[in-house]
């Protein structure tokens, strides 16, 4: 298949799939299967971490207000209620410190043992089960935490470890990790989105950025003719490719995100922890079959 059509069509999968919680990494590895790509790729595994920016780039574009509302009202946040601790930035920045260090730790070793479809699939059943669990629970009781203004320093170091399972097991969702652990310490479903959503921020800059500049620019071969070269070696093609991904997972996103809050504030998550079931069930059976392993 056309590269160029191999990224328009990853493209629309990372910006459906990026903020809900279901796995973009999931879907591009399988869509990537499908369209046998090489799992093990290097330029199409920094590929498929790198589009997510585009993605990223349309939340930041949505939520800017309200960004630009946090930076302005800090550290003593809206209501004047608030520390350099407990402000909304301050927490944010925390979980996100909570989840990198293990995740930056455990990255090769995740790679190497973590990165096959069976794994992928379990990570997309086990999920949905425990998210349609924790969601009907929280459905039933009161939450303790209205709105993100209003979070403590403990559900975000909650929240920011438990995220950390998204990057030690691939299919588990980073989306799903955050939004089922801030509801477990107490937080609304609009909560656990918005700080999920803030989260994803700085997490998939870092992630995202970091593999950029790692896999092309600091791992550095030799190759035939003496020359120095990156891990991943680029040229115009792969380039365009690449920004073909990054600018069609940016469209596609924006038009999810707003439909995703709507969604979510009527009926919950319910729906998401059903599909995450039915394909990772529906991966174990056929997968090695249609995909290979």
Known sequence: MNPYIQSILLGIVEG????????????????????????????????????????????????????????????????????????????????????????????KWVDKHLGSLAVIAWALLIGG?????????????????????????????????????????????RSMSTIASGQVAGLSRPAALEFSFLLSIPTMIAATGWDLVKEVFLNKTVGADGVAVGHVVMNSERWIVLAIGLVVSFIVALGVVEWFLQWVRRHGFAMFALYRIILGTALLIWGARLIGS
């Not at 930041?60 to 207000?65: I, K, S």
């Not at 209003?150 to 438990?162: E, H, K, P, V, Y």
């Open 129 to 173: 089960i425990v998210m349609w669990v924790i969601d009907a629970w929280a459905d039933r009781r009161e939450p303790s935490t209205e709105s993100v203004d209003d979070m403590s320093l403990g559900q975000a170091i909650w929240i920011g470890l438990c995220q950390t399972l998204s990057a030690v097991f691939p299919g588990t969702s």
């Open 16 to 107: 459906l799939t990026e903020f809900l919680p279901v796995s973009s990494t999931a879907h591009l590895r399988i869509t990537e299967a499908l369209m046998k790509i090489p799992l093990d790729d290097a330029y199409w595994k920094m590929y498929t971490i790198v589009i997510q920016l585009g993605a990223i780039g349309a939340l930041v574009l949505l939520f800017l207000g309200r960004i630009v509302g946090f930076i302005r009202t800090f550290p003593k946040g809206e209501n004047g209620t608030r520390t350099w601790l407990t402000h909304p930035i301050s927490l944010t920045l925390i979980a996100f410190a909570v989840t990198a260090v293990p995740s930056l730790l455990l990255h």
